[in-house]
């Protein structure tokens, strides 16, 4: 446009065509010039200079971090709009194919795609207060699991269909394992105890001999024997302790502080620890080679459940509804949590890169902007030429 404008101031006299090609770039240059500087003022400060309202999103960084978790507080993170959202989405459905689909085409490309937006994502969080959050969820989920009367209906399922026997078999066998390690103390035990002429005359040896033989033969015999009376008496106490876990408030009470007393202990709380950094440290990896997860067993096993979402109608139709109802929920338990985390992670950016990552991100369009203001300047600069004629 200023080639234009010397051109055109040059050649005027020669021709009146030339004062319109004058007015149209000497406008033109105006509109160029400022939306330069107003994109530019966006992103830095032109040239340098610390002209007031320059730098804006640098300066307005924080802002903006709020801006974007109020956002999505308000359009992804309520219940109504998560349940709206997720009515006619058929999350079971998508991922059954995703998981049945061998992947041809640009399928593989899809989920490494997906695979390392997630791994990045795991990477860019804020490790500790996105762990702090899931661990204060899974924490709160115990502690308000009334575990008595479920370890009640385990215990009696378990034995309605008989598989407490071989849990009873194992501690006859561990039993008899562990009594034959120790034979020697409780001999040593036996002799200490026994009275003097007992030792005296060796009767202390035969009386070990006595009840250890006694011992090994009824653990033999109830290993053997599944009507044993020992065995009988072990599942009536099974039964009894089924019973108390569901209808005891006392055993209730008891197996209430026991496990409030696990939840408080360190080790409970390190152990909680090293889970999450374990499984935040698998899925990286994992994501980090997609492919291996659709391989093998795994892969076969992935693969039939796929398989069974799409043809299964019943159980498409409670994995959406489980889907709608989690997703509802953690909305309500952590929206706030996660908006938080958002806004935070924005805040702990350096302005220059919040700078560059957005002005990356629109790219090309600034450009066109630049380009735009051009034109519209070199139009209204013709617009005011045809008043200053007509007038």
Not at 333 to 359: C, N
Request: with cysteine; hydrophobic share 45%.
């Amino acid at each position: 446009m200023a080639g234009l404008y010397l051109l055109s101031r040059h050649f005027a006299p020669l021709h009146p065509g030339w004062e319109w090609a004058k007015a149209f770039s000497e406008a033109a240059m105006v509109g160029a010039l400022a939306d330069w500087f107003a994109v530019t003022a966006l992103f830095r400060h032109p040239m340098g200079l610390p002209i007031p309202h320059t730098a804006i999103i640098p300066a307005k960084k924080d802002q903006i971090a709020e801006s974007m978790a109020g956002f999505l507080r308000a359009n992804f993170l309520t219940p109504q709009v998560v349940a709206r959202r997720l009515s006619g989405l058929d999350v079971a459905g998508a991922l059954g194919g995703f998981l049945a689909d061998p992947g041809e085409g640009g399928e593989p490309r899809l989920r490494q795609g997906a695979a390392g937006l997630l791994g990045d994502m795991l990477q860019s969080l804020p490790g500790e207060q996105l762990g702090d959050m899931l661990k204060s969820t899974v924490r709160g989920q115990l502690e308000r699991l009334d575990l008595a009367p479920l370890l009640g209906q385990l215990l009696e399922g378990a034995m309605a269909d008989g598989r407490h026997r071989g849990v009873i078999e194992a501690m006859l066998r561990w039993t008899g394992i562990t009594l034959e390690a120790n034979e020697d103390l409780l001999r040593k035990m036996i002799h200490d105890r026994a009275h003097t002429l007992l030792r005296w005359t060796g009767l202390d040896e035969t009386l070990a001999n006595t009840i250890l033989d006694g011992l090994y033969k009824m653990l033999a015999e109830c290993i053997v024997d599944p009507q044993h009376p020992l065995r009988t008496k072990l599942e009536d106490l099974l039964a009894g302790l089924a019973h108390d876990l569901r209808h005891d408030p006392a055993m209730q009470a008891k197996v209430a502080r026991m496990k409030a007393e696990i939840l408080a202990n360190r080790a409970m709380g390190a152990w909680i620890d090293g889970l999450w950094e374990r499984a935040r440290g698998a899925a990286i990896e994992a994501l980090s080679h997609p492919g291996g997860l659709l391989q093998g067993r795994m892969g076969a096993g992935l693969a039939g459940f796929g398989a069974g979402l799409q043809t299964d109608a019943r159980l498409r139709h409670q994995v959406n509804r489980f889907a709608r109802r989690s997703l509802a929920g953690l909305a309500v338990r952590h929206g706030a949590g996660i908006v938080k985390l958002v806004s935070d992670t924005v805040r702990r950016w350096d302005a220059r890169t919040v700078s560059e990552r957005i002005e990356g991100a629109v790219g090309r369009d600034l450009q066109f902007i630049r380009i735009n203001g051009t034109l519209v300047g070199g139009i209204v600069g013709l617009l005011l030429h045809s008043i200053e004629k007509l007038l």
